[in-house]
């Protein structure tokens, strides 16, 4: 099976809003372009979905990007909300970088993936040791 790719924040506000986001979105685009070429599954956590959706006409975007591209929504879970603290503490990272944490934790839960993501360097941190979990910078 093809390894899976993970959406956070700032790669689903450059998918949804390209406009305001032209570098970034196309290097999103590409990344989410290779996944489907090679059969991943694309996941964004739904932690993610609070960190982008406003409610109303501001989030007809980010349903439009759900809509027909294959792209699901992993639902939050005690288990991954867990998972999602222990990495925050591993990292010594406290509950401003929870979003990021619970991006690594649904990377973990898919069994590893690829983390699409303009911040580098905290997700970086937060899967530091982790093998099967990998970032690209958008």
Same mark, same amino acid.
């Not at 489907?36 to 982008?52: C, D, K």
């Not at 406003?54 to 989030?59: I, L, S, T, V, Y």
């Given at each position: 099976?093809?390894?899976?790719?993970?959406?956070?924040?700032?790669?689903?506000?450059?998918?949804?809003?390209?406009?305001?986001?032209?570098?970034?979105?196309?290097?999103?685009?590409?990344?989410?372009?290779?996944?489907?070429?090679?059969?991943?599954?694309?996941?964004?956590?739904?932690?993610? @979905?609070?960190?982008?959706?406003?409610?109303? *006409? /501001?989030?007809? #975007?980010?349903?439009?990007? =759900?809509? $027909?591209?294959? !792209?699901?929504?992993?639902?939050?879970?005690?288990?991954?909300?867990?998972?999602?603290?222990?990495?925050?503490?591993?990292?010594? @990272?406290?509950?401003?970088?929870?979003?990021? *944490? /619970?991006?690594? #934790?649904?990377?973990?839960? =898919?069994? $590893?993936?690829? !983390?699409?993501?303009?911040?580098?360097?905290?997700?970086?941190?937060?899967?530091?040791?982790?093998?099967?979990?990998?970032?690209?910078?958008?």
């Amino acid at each position: 099976m093809a390894e899976a790719l993970v959406l956070d924040s700032e790669a689903v506000n450059a998918l949804a809003r390209p406009s305001q986001r032209s570098v970034l979105a196309v290097r999103a685009r590409a990344i989410l372009q290779l996944a489907h070429e090679h059969g991943a599954l694309v996941r964004i956590p739904a932690p993610v @979905l609070a960190q982008v959706c406003r409610g109303g *006409a /501001f989030d007809a #975007a980010v349903d439009r990007l =759900l809509n $027909g591209r294959g !792209i699901g929504v992993v639902a939050l879970t005690s288990g991954m909300a867990r998972r999602a603290g222990a990495i925050l503490a591993r990292a010594r @990272l406290g509950s401003a970088h929870a979003i990021d *944490a /619970f991006v690594v #934790a649904t990377a973990m839960e =898919l069994g $590893g993936a690829v !983390i699409a993501t303009h911040d580098p360097d905290d997700l970086r941190r937060l899967a530091s040791g982790l093998a099967h979990v990998r970032i690209f910078s958008i």
